[in-house]
């Protein structure tokens, strides 16, 4: 009989598993940062600073105020334990799993290369690469020398050069060797990473298992897609992997009430080691690229909270704010908040604050020591409320920050 377990308590399951609930360390060190990668499997990048850059993001929400340059040191250092790949986005990853990758990197080879591909293409460019890596080592885009060198179009735009680079990092045949300024440092495989690594072959089917089986430690409980986004894993062998762990007794057959696809229940597992905690207490504000909130259809189905990000939409057209943060107090996702970090001034802005539907009355409480805990942490004074922000929280906030009132005394 499938064990049946209530919406309650997958939520529990979920963020135990991406370790909320836990006491906070006294002190947060690389032990505690490397532990955290390690439970996560990866820390999604994305270069958007206005707050600060998501990868940062998803250790201080679970361990509290930390000095991000140990994590600096752990992922922009060439000598450090992590590399960058294409695992769920872009995102570092422990250079030991680069393995596992291999077959994504054989299919990134296979669409690029061939007759009149991309590869072939762009031959000359990208033979001169080879021998300016080979030659000079790891070295950021800016700093190879090359009439291709130079962007085209907008301002983000991409030279010959840049797009060369990326094209031989997904198919493996570059690696990113920490970076300067937070651009990557490109360079050949084989003088980035170990032999141990390059030299361990792990075949397809076993690699996108291990991948699901991590996803799934990771998750704790979901679906075949929550399970299968985690590494943005497609097609049939995502089913003949799920049925193997569930046959090694890894994952457990379970039922969630609500979590239905056309009026049918979806079919959904347990990891056979997840923890199943009666309560949990949290409070944080989690990345737009946090694993929690990532895959937006398990964020509805789970926590009723529909989200998306609004960096590309027009700012007459944005609904919640350009960098909008879910805000997660316990087991439920109970608002959303814009913040800016204003460096010059000292100050955490807030854009706009908005609550759930059945956020508790407590949301106000708990949210202003966490602002001024985010606050102390990006090394800025005080929190302002911006004048004009927008939603029905920000006005609240600025009650509560009022001189006296709340964090911002």
């Known amino acids: 009989m499938v064990e049946q377990v209530s919406p309650a308590l997958a939520r529990r399951i979920a963020l135990a598993a991406q370790g909320f609930?836990?006491?906070?360390?006294?002190?947060?060190?690389?032990?505690?940062?490397?532990?955290?990668?390690?439970?996560?499997?990866l820390l999604q990048i994305d270069s958007v600073n206005v707050f600060e850059r998501s990868h940062y993001l998803p250790a201080f929400a679970r361990l509290g105020g930390y000095d991000r340059a140990l994590l600096d040191r752990l992922t922009f250092d060439a000598r450090g334990p992590h590399t960058e790949y294409w695992a769920h986005e872009a995102a570092f990853v422990?250079?030991?799993?680069?393995?596992?990758?291999?077959w994504r990197m054989r299919e990134f080879r296979e669409r690029l290369n061939g007759p009149a591909g991309w590869f072939e293409v762009n031959?000359?460019?990208?033979?001169?690469?080879?021998?300016?890596?080979a030659e000079k080592g790891p070295l950021v885009a800016g700093e190879i020398e090359h009439d291709a060198n130079h962007r085209t179009g907008p301002w983000w735009g991409w030279s010959d050069v840049k797009r060369a680079l990326e094209r031989m990092f997904?198919?493996?045949e570059v690696a990113i060797a920490g970076r300067?300024?937070?651009q990557r440092r490109y360079g050949?495989?084989?003088?980035?990473?170990?032999?141990?690594?390059?030299?361990?072959?792990?075949?397809?089917?076993?690699?996108?298992?291990e991948l699901l089986r991590r996803a799934a430690v990771a998750h704790g409980i979901g679906t075949a897609r929550d399970f299968a986004d985690y590494y943005r894993i497609k097609g049939p062998r995502v089913a003949v992997a799920l049925q193997e762990l569930e046959d090694a007794g890894e994952l457990v057959p379970v039922r969630v009430p609500g979590w239905e696809s056309a009026g049918r229940p979806l079919r959904a597992w347990m990891h056979r080691d997840a923890r199943k905690p009666r309560l949990?207490?949290?409070?944080?504000?989690l990345s737009p690229f946090d694993p929690v909130v990532w895959y937006r259809d398990r964020a509805l189905r789970m926590f009723g909270f529909h989200y998306r990000i609004e960096i590309y939409t027009p700012a007459p057209k944005r609904v919640y704010g350009y960098y909008s943060l879910p805000i997660l107090l316990d087991d439920a996702l109970v608002g959303r908040i814009d913040l800016k970090s204003d460096r010059q001034a000292g100050v955490l802005r807030v854009q706009s604050a908005w609550t759930e539907p059945g956020a508790p009355p407590a949301t106000i409480d708990r949210l202003l020591p966490l602002l001024a805990e985010t606050a102390a942490w990006q090394g800025l004074?005080?929190?302002?409320v911006a004048e004009g922000a927008r939603g029905d929280l920000a006005p609240r906030l600025a009650d509560g920050l009022q001189p006296g009132v709340g964090c911002g005394a």
Do not use: I, M, Y
């Open 21 to 41: 609930g836990r006491p906070r360390p006294a002190v947060v060190g690389t032990r505690q940062l490397n532990g955290l990668v390690d439970r996560l499997g």
């Open 94 to 102: 422990r250079k030991e799993d680069w393995p596992l990758f291999a």
């Open 123 to 133: 031959q000359s460019t990208v033979e001169w690469l080879r021998g300016e890596l």
């Open 170 to 172: 997904v198919c493996g």
């Open 180 to 182: 300067t300024r937070f």
């Open 188 to 209: 050949l495989a084989a003088d980035v990473l170990p032999a141990s690594v390059l030299d361990r072959t792990v075949p397809e089917e076993d690699a996108v298992r």
């Open 280 to 285: 949990l207490e949290a409070a944080a504000l």
């Open 381 to 384: 004074e005080r929190v302002e």
